[in-house]
T-cell receptor, first 114, second 111 residues
Framework: EPEVTQTPSHQVTQMGQEVILRCVPI?????FYWYRQILGQKVEFLVS????????KSEIFDDQFSVERPDGSNFTLKIRSTKLEDSAMYFC????????????FGPGTRLTVL | ELKVEQNPLFLSMQEGKNYTIYCNYS?????LYWYRQDPGKSLESLFV?????AVKQEGRLMASLDTKARLSTLHITAAVHDLSATYFC???????????FGKGTKLSVKP
């Protein structure tokens, strides 16, 4: 069964450094999302992406964040200058047609900012 | 702004018992989703509820949606240990189906 994959599984970085989290969505899916989950808390929406542009973003997704689909398969989340409070599990998700269909989540990348 | 609230947040059950998790949401949501998360793992989609009165069942889990009451329920029948996990409900906002999650219900089923 096709699945969403994410790399790395765990990333440790120093405060102020840039990180890029990578995702490979399911191949025929058209809508892509990033969510994050701070340890022990709820899952929070960050951004949705469709047709090579951001569709919607939350208040969390400020100028430090950016997303890109550099080729036909990868979907990346970049945090330009990490802060301690960016430490969280970051989940990528994809959906065949957006609203009508369920979102499939990747295994997540645990980001630790020291 | 859509807000999603679940209760209870923690639920300790004995095997064989029944219980219901409640999910209230504040404004119109086009869809209502239920996800399961095992510790340290990703989210697994359980149900997508598309319209008022929708009921879906899979094994010992049954989900329903009442859009007029802005309420969804996840009913657990004759719980078994394997159902121990955190269950999240989520509504949608925006045209792309961005999910707004509740805080989750941590379910522990004890023998």
């Amino acid at each position: 069964e096709p699945e969403v994959t994410q790399t790395p599984s765990h990333q440790v970085t120093q405060m102020g450094q840039e990180v890029i989290l990578r995702c490979v969505p399911i191949s025929n899916h058209l809508y892509f999302y990033w969510y994050r989950q701070i340890l022990g808390q709820k899952v929070e929406f960050l951004v949705s992406f469709y047709n090579n542009e951001i569709s919607e973003k939350s208040e969390i997704f400020d100028d430090q964040f950016s997303v890109e689909r550099p080729d036909g398969s990868n979907f990346t989340l970049k945090i330009r200058s990490t802060k301690l409070e960016d430490s969280a599990m970051y989940f990528c998700a994809s959906s065949e047609r957006g609203l009508q269909f369920k979102q499939f989540f990747g295994p997540g990348t645990r980001l630790t900012v020291l | 702004e859509l807000k999603v609230e679940q209760n209870p947040l923690f639920l300790s059950m004995q095997e064989g018992k029944n219980y219901t998790i409640y999910c209230n949401y504040s404004t119109t949501s086009d869809r209502l989703y239920w996800y399961r998360q095992d510790p340290g793992k990703s989210l697994e989609s359980l149900f997508v509820l598309l319209s008022n009165g929708a009921v879906k069942q899979e094994g010992r889990l049954m989900a329903s949606l009442d859009t007029k009451a802005r309420l969804s329920t996840l009913h657990i029948t004759a719980a078994v240990h394997d159902l121990s996990a955190t269950y999240f409900c989520a509504g949608t906002t925006g045209s792309q189906g961005n999910l707004i999650f509740g805080k989750g219900t941590k379910l522990s089923v004890k023998p």
